[in-house]
């Protein structure tokens, strides 16, 4: 195989195979050194660079301080919203109470109206069964006129003296 001689140094081919790689990788790893180190350079180039944000933080203390006041009519206008909940509650529990009322009475009148009927009814009925039994009467009363009538008729018919042949 061959040999490379440096100096009193002598390496054979097999030795230069791990050596030129390992060369390869200080050589690369030194450049990519070198290449961040510059690029480092570079932002801080650009971070001394920087514009003046003294502005820019003015108007976010002029944004904090909006945001403020608006945080604070929000929990003002939640505060309101609370007590018009409260008040809407309120209400609405005596609604129900009145409804809960009503229809108490309602149902009270119903029951009176119920009652009221039914006596109505059986005062109606007890009218018809009067009317009914004088009906009844007077038919009886009418069959026996009829009965006296036909027997005065037929006595007067009977009469010897009543010969009007």
Known sequence: MAEVE???VKVSGGKMLLIVPLLGSIIGAMWGGFELYQRLLNAEEQLGNLPDTSAINQQLAVQAETLQGLSDDVSTQFNTLNILVDNLQEDID???EDVDEIDTFVRNIDEST?????DLRNDVYAME???NDRMREIDEQLRETR???EESIERIL????NDSE
Do not use: H
């Open 129 to 131: 069964e009067t009317l």
């Open 114 to 118: 119920n009652e009221t009927q039914r």
């Open 158 to 161: 009977d009469n010897p003296l």
């Open 94 to 96: 005596r609604i129900r």
């Open 147 to 149: 009965d006296d009538l």
């Open 6 to 8: 440096f100096g009193d």
